[in-house]
Nanobody, 121 residues
Framework: QVQLVESGGGSVQAGGSLRLSCVGF????????MGWFRQAPGKEREGVAV???????TYADSVTGRFTISKDNARNILYLQMNSLKPEDTAMYYC???????????????WGQGTQVTVSS
């Protein structure tokens, strides 16, 4: 069973930055894709950014140019650097892993518990 543990959420003013981290516990070698998803109150969960085992990255249009996903393969840590945050970025952010890579949550089989990000105007 893959275990994912997120950290780094918090409250920030618009224009600020946060960095989320996700530590993956074995057996992560079976994972071909890791990514970040988010869910705001009253909305469906949506993909934010994913990275596959070859380093290919896909971002949601809403975060392109502001967020950066990266992965430390040696330590099995996934990061999401979030800059120029907006109030509409407020959501619970989830780390996820799966066998196929896309922004669709259906491709992910493993999920963390989530970390809250709140952006005030």
């Amino acid at each position: 069973q893959v275990q994912l543990v997120e950290s780094g959420g918090g409250s920030v003013q618009a224009g600020g930055s946060l960095r989320l981290s996700c530590v993956g516990f074995r057996p992560t070698f079976i994972i071909r894709c890791m990514g970040w998803f988010r869910q705001a109150p009253g909305k469906e969960r949506e993909g934010v950014a994913v990275i596959d085992s070859g380093g290919r990255i896909t971002y949601a249009d809403s975060v392109t140019g502001r967020f950066t996903i990266s992965k430390d393969n040696a330590r099995n840590i996934l990061y999401l650097q979030m800059n120029s945050l907006k109030p509409e970025d407020t959501a619970m952010y989830y780390c996820a892993a799966g066998a196929a890579c896309s922004l669709s949550q259906g491709t992910m089989g493993y999920w963390g518990q989530g970390t809250q990000v709140t952006v005030s105007s």
